[in-house]
């Protein structure tokens, strides 16, 4: 659609929210059940795909960086995600209530992809610890959010629409008995196999990003 067609001269005129969209932004949060203790998540994500209204489909990608979780800096391994992700605006609020040229959206989100995990080895200054092997899994996404969707009155070229996103995302996948070293430096021994007293293994990040329509 060419962006003539996005003009509007009234800023509380109704939204018309159709495009391709590209989204960035920031991820934060935990992996649950992993071999070793609660581990902390940080990294980024970028998706990239198409809206319909008040649906949009996306292909995304995160990168993360493990963590001990508290305030000790240590580095465990590092991860990498790719999904596809549908999400729908369950409860929108207009410019007449946000204000000129704005729009207020709840929204709820499922989807599909694969994580893959890497675990770094301690140093021989770190203390001993458990060292996962590298995994591949299959996650079930879903979560929830709120968007601030901000349109451009007299667009002239990309993008047409600037969104900001806060959300939360809980990826699920079935638990399995990985094998594990305890390691310390290059000295490494095979680790005790994994009770089997769950049935899935959790992340769950809190995203903040910025999405653009064109």
Request: charged share 20%; net charge neutral; proline share 6%.
């Amino acid at each position: 659609m060419r962006q003539a067609d996005y003009y509007v001269e009234n800023p509380l005129a109704p939204h018309r929210t159709t495009g391709q969209i590209a989204r960035v932004g920031t991820a934060v949060g935990y992996l649950y059940n992993e071999r070793l203790d609660d581990v902390f998540a940080m990294g980024l994500t970028a998706a990239a795909g198409h809206r319909w209204g008040r649906l949009a489909l996306e292909a995304e990608y995160t990168y993360l960086q493990y963590q001990v979780a508290g305030p000790s800096t240590v580095r465990l391994g590092h991860g990498n995600r790719l999904g596809a992700i549908a999400r729908f605006d369950v409860l929108r609020l207009d410019s007449t209530i946000v204000g000129d040229n704005s729009l207020f959206a709840i929204y709820v989100e499922g989807g599909a992809g694969v994580a893959w995990n890497s675990w770094y080895t301690p140093g021989n200054s770190e203390p001993m610890r458990i060292v996962p092997s590298d995994s591949k899994r299959v996650e079930a996404l879903t979560g929830f959010g709120i968007m601030i969707d901000h349109r451009l009155q007299e667009p002239i070229g990309f993008p047409h629409r600037i969104a900001w996103f806060l959300g939360w995302r809980v990826g699920m996948s079935p638990h399995e008995a990985e094998p594990a070293s305890i390691c310390r430096g290059v000295e490494c021994r095979p680790a005790p196999a994994m009770p089997q007293d769950r049935f899935v293994d959790r992340s769950m990040l809190f995203q903040s990003s910025l999405m653009f329509t064109w």
